[in-house]
């Protein structure tokens, strides 16, 4: 057996997109482990496009900005044989950077709660949905950003949302708590190279200082993301609840980096 005692588990996966996707990282160290993954995607057409990654695996359609999908979810799991989910791992996001980067005071409403739906208010709506299937110690875990605490221009209106997504976590905690030992707990990562992060204009700028400001001098990789969720998503986090997890190398208690401030400076001389 191994530490994270995952095998005969049952997850269910929102968010796989890619090779590159954080939600696949985590779903290879689920399978890895011995656990039995489901995984639901937000169109017939991302169905389409990951069906040679997610190969004859089960694959369920869900678009996050339809009530009646969400609802759905679960008793179309329940139809094909799951009654019981050992965790959640919602990797879901999306903004409409088409016009670029606004300043804040400039965010459209439409595109505002759009954004919140989608990669906040979803988690809230699965949960509930999917609440009746959840063993009693499930662990749900979603994936945010570390710099929700900063004005992080590179990510527009997301950063505040992303905010909200890991404060939800916290009320989910509480709220479950009720009648469950449901774990509930975000992990807040450093930039990555994504493919989504690669349609957020001026992101690589951002991503490549991020880098120089890391105690390691190196970036965050996508699996160092997948292995902490991982192991939330497992048992032997069990006293680990309502918590956003910062994962970024460092890089945020290395702001006055030494050798990016001599850049700076060079930069201005």
């Known amino acids: ?43 017939e057409e991302r169905r389409l496009e990951t069906t040679k990654l997610l190969d004859e695996r089960p694959v369920f359609v869900c678009d996050v900005e339809s009530e009646e999908e969400i609802a759905g979810l679960a008793s179309r799991l ?14 879901i996001a999306f903004a409409d950077y088409s016009e670029g980067i606004k300043p804040f005071h400039e965010t459209k409403r439409k595109d505002f709660l759009r954004a919140t739906q989608v990669s906040t208010f979803s988690l809230v709506e699965i949960a509930n949905a999917c609440k009746h299937l959840l063993a009693r110690e499930a662990s749900v875990v979603t994936i945010g950003i570390s710099s929700t605490h900063v004005t992080a221009e590179d990510y527009g209106y997301m950063a505040p949302i992303k905010a909200a997504l890991e404060t939800s976590v916290r009320y989910l905690a509480k709220s479950f708590s009720i009648d469950s030992e449901v774990r509930f707990n ?7 190279k994504t493919s989504a992060s690669a349609g957020i204009p001026g ?30 998503l497992s048992s032997k986090s069990s006293g680990i609840n309502g918590q956003g997890i910062v994962i970024d190398a460092g890089m945020g208690f290395n702001y006055f980096d ?10 201005d001389g």
């Open 78 to 91: 329940e139809a094909a044989g799951y009654s019981s989910l050992d965790g959640v791992l919602h990797s």
């Open 1 to 43: 057996m191994s530490f994270l005692g995952l095998e005969g588990k049952t997850f269910l996966v929102l968010g796989v997109a890619n090779r590159k996707s954080v939600a696949w990282a985590v779903s290879k160290i689920l399978e890895e482990e011995g656990a039995e993954v489901i995984y639901s995607v937000r169109s």
């Open 258 to 267: 030494k050798e990016v401030v001599k850049s700076v400076m060079k930069m």
């Open 186 to 192: 975000s992990v807040n990562a450093g930039p990555l």
């Open 203 to 232: 992101y690589l700028e951002n991503y490549l200082y991020a880098e120089k400001i890391t105690f390691r001098k190196r970036a965050l990789a996508t699996d160092e993301v997948a292995n902490l969720a991982a192991f939330l």
